[in-house]
C-alpha cells in the first residue's frame, strides 16, 4: 500500500511554544490530507481537511488560528500547533487520500506540552 | 451524515480461535468500507477494505462482508494469532468524497 510518513514522531516542548508537524506521502501524490486528534482509548477525532493549494477546512471547535494548516505540494502538509499548552498534548496522526479515494495514515506524532 | 456503529468495543480470544467485529451505518450512498489496525502508539494501517459491488472480500486469515440492504459489514479474523492483539476502526465513505466517517474501535486482545 500507499506510504504516509509523519515528522517528528515524538516532541516535547514548553508551554507557549510552536511546534509544526510535518506530513509526506511518499510514493503518491496527495490532493487532499487529514489531520486528527487521537485521545487514550479513543477513536479518531476529525480536526481539518487540507486541500492543496487552497484553505483548509476545520471541523467545528477546532481553532483554525491555533492550529495552522499549510498544504504547499501534491505530497506535504503541515500542521503547526501555535502557543501550545499542556491541553494539547495528544496524539496527532495525519493521512492522505490517493487517486481512488483510499486512504492512509502516517504513523502519528505525540505532542507532551510540559 | 454518515454514522457508524461499530460493536463489540472490546474483544477477548484464545489464540486460533475467530474473531468478527461488526459495523453498521446508515447512509445508504456510502459504497467504500475501508478496516483499519492501530497498533499501541502507532498510526492505522489499512488492512482490508470493501466496496459495495461486492458483497465479500478475503485475504488470507481476514475477511470482510457487506449486506447493504441491511447496511452493515463485518470484519473476520480467522486463527487468531497473538500479534494480532490491536484497535481495530470500521469505516465508511462515500464514492469520490472525501469523507469518512469512523466507527469508535474494538479492542481486539489474542490470548496465547
Known amino acids: 500500500g500507499a506510504v504516509v510518513s509523519q515528522h517528528p514522531s515524538r516532541v516535547i516542548c514548553k508551554s507557549g511554544t510552536s511546534v509544526k508537524i510535518e506530513c509526506r506521502s511518499l510514493?503518491?501524490?496527495?490532493?487532499?490530507m487529514f489531520w486528527y486528534r487521537q485521545f487514550p482509548k479513543k477513536s479518531l477525532m476529525l480536526m481539518a481537511t487540507s486541500n492543496e493549494g487552497s484553505k483548509a477546512t476545520y471541523e467545528q471547535g477546532v481553532e483554525k488560528d491555533k492550529f495552522l494548516i499549510n498544504h504547499a505540494s501534491l505530497t506535504l502538509s503541515t500542521l503547526t500547533v501555535t502557543s501550545a499548552h499542556p491541553e494539547d498534548s495528544s496524539f496527532y496522526i495525519c493521512?492522505?487520500?490517493?487517486?481512488?479515494?483510499?486512504?492512509?495514515f502516517g504513523p502519528g506524532t505525540r505532542l507532551t506540552v510540559l | 451524515g454518515e454514522n457508524v456503529e461499530q460493536h463489540p468495543s472490546t474483544l477477548s480470544v484464545q489464540e486460533g480461535d475467530s474473531a468478527v467485529i461488526k459495523c453498521t451505518y446508515s447512509d445508504s450512498a456510502s459504497n467504500y468500507f475501508p478496516w483499519y489496525k492501530q497498533e499501541l502508539g502507532k498510526g492505522p494501517q489499512l488492512i482490508i477494505d470493501?466496496?459495495?459491488?461486492?458483497g465479500e472480500k478475503k485475504d488470507q486469515r481476514i475477511a470482510v462482508t457487506l449486506n447493504k440492504t441491511a447496511k452493515h459489514f463485518s470484519l473476520h479474523i480467522t486463527e487468531t494469532q497473538p500479534e494480532d492483539s490491536a484497535v481495530y476502526f470500521c469505516?465508511?465513505?462515500?464514492?469520490?468524497?472525501?469523507?469518512?466517517?469512523f466507527g469508535t474501535g474494538t479492542s481486539l486482545t489474542v490470548i496465547p
Open positions: 469505516a465508511a465513505s462515500k464514492r469520490g468524497g472525501n469523507q469518512f466517517y
Open positions: 510514493d503518491f501524490q496527495a490532493t487532499t
Open positions: 470493501i466496496r459495495s459491488n461486492v
Open positions: 493521512s492522505a487520500l490517493d487517486r481512488v479515494n483510499e486512504q492512509f
